[in-house]
């Protein structure tokens, strides 16, 4: 079973922020937070990872409560072609590759 | 880009076939997983494949079988197909092209295989 709980379906307009949200409350000190997005069809393509500090690339923002039991990834700027499920994933950094997927939040960004 | 093709697209098949999916890397990583996504679910883990050995499966029956090459190319092959066994495929490697890491799984555009 996924070790995530996000909300199913989220709306945003574009241009503005898209904070999406993740629970992992059962996280361990050794486990990183991912976050993948699939745009219909596609493979999944990955975002972004951290472990307890906050991260950033070009594409969002992670942002990892002090307590590691939630985080929230950011898109700055959302464009349509943000639209996507988005999974977040809790996977330790060594051994196994296997990724568990719960069924993700599919964010619908509107013109 | 992430570096990992899979062919074919798309495939369609009836059930008692067989069928072969294939993927590669040019990450040239020694290890690839496949995952099985049925429509509007996510993917689902079915095995991983280490240096040509399995290395993990998951709750997938043994019809369900994968080949990895020394070049690291992967096969995965799909005996007695049910009509449950319609979704998309996607393998797996780890790589760096994405900027997340040697550690990160990047993913192929996927097979979508549909059983009449």
């Known amino acids: 079973d996924a070790k995530t709980t996000q909300p199913t379906s989220m709306d945003c307009a574009e241009g503005r922020a898209a904070n999406l949200p993740c629970n992992h409350s059962?996280?361990?000190?050794?486990?990183?937070v991912y976050w993948y997005r699939q745009i219909h069809s596609q493979g999944p393509q990955y975002i972004i990872h951290?472990?307890?500090n906050n991260e950033t690339n070009e594409m969002a923002s992670l942002i990892i409560t002090e307590d590691r039991k939630s985080s929230t990834l950011i898109l700055p700027h959302a464009t349509l072609r943000d639209t996507a499920v988005y999974y977040c994933?809790?996977?330790?950094?060594?051994?196994?590759?296997?990724?568990?997927f719960g069924q993700g939040t599919r964010l619908t960004i509107n013109p | 880009e992430t570096g990992v093709t899979q062919s074919p697209t798309h495939l369609i098949k009836t059930r008692g076939q067989q069928v072969t999916l294939r993927c590669s890397s040019q990450?040239?990583?020694?290890?690839v997983s496949w995952y099985q996504q049925a429509l509007g679910q996510g993917p689902q883990f079915i095995f991983q494949?280490?240096?040509?050995?399995?290395?993990g499966r998951g709750n997938f029956p043994p019809r369900f079988s994968g080949l990895q090459f020394p070049n690291y190319s992967s096969e995965l092959n799909v005996n007695a197909l049910e009509l449950d066994d319609s979704a998309l495929y996607l393998c797996?490697?780890?790589?760096?092209?994405?900027?997340?890491?040697?550690?990160?799984?990047?993913f192929g555009p996927g097979t979508r295989l549909t059983v009449l």
């Open positions: 994933i809790v996977r330790a950094w060594w051994g196994a590759q296997k990724l568990v």
């Open positions: 059962t996280i361990s000190g050794n486990e990183y």
């Open positions: 951290g472990l307890k």
């Open positions: 990450s040239g990583h020694n290890t």
């Open positions: 494949y280490y240096r040509e050995e399995e290395n």
């Open positions: 797996a490697t780890p790589g760096t092209s994405g900027g997340g890491g040697t550690d990160t799984q990047y």
